[in-house]
Nanobody, 124 residues
Framework: QVQLVETGGGLVQAGGSLRLSCAAS????????MGWFRQAPGKEREFVAA?????????SYADSVKGRFIISADNAKITVYLQMNSLKPEDTALYYC????????????????WGQGTQVTVSS
């Protein structure tokens, strides 16, 4: 089992920045990929960013956040970060951290473990 706890959400004005953190505990040694997803009210949960370990570290981003968000992680796979810059009102959502052991990094079914989420609200 892997437990994930997200922190760092909050209220920010458009154009501002936030940094989300996800602390992993438990059997993290089998983790292959860690990702961030988000769900806005009335919408499906969507992929935001992922980082995976295959040789080195590789990252992937949704088109909507590319160039504004940066995902990073320590090599022990204990903490994953999501630096969010130039935030827009449409970034408002509940942000989830997730961890998986195999599969395609942008797909929800890859992820076996999920955090409870942290709310990000961007005001215009």
């Amino acid at each position: 089992q892997v437990q994930l706890v997200e922190t760092g959400g909050g209220l920010v004005q458009a154009g501002g920045s936030l940094r989300l953190s996800c602390a992993a505990s438990g059997r993290t040694f089998g983790t292959y990929v860690m990702g961030w997803f988000r769900q806005a009210p009335g919408k499906e949960r969507e992929f935001v960013a992922a980082i995976w370990w295959s040789g080195g570290k590789t990252t992937s981003y949704a088109d909507s956040v590319k160039g504004r968000f940066i995902i990073s992680a320590d090599n022990a796979k204990i903490t994953v970060y999501l630096q969010m810059n130039s935030l827009k009102p449409e970034d408002t959502a509940l942000y989830y951290c997730a961890a998986g052991e195999t599969g395609w990094p942008t797909m929800e079914r890859t992820y076996r473990y999920w955090g409870q989420g942290t709310q990000v609200t961007v005001s215009s």
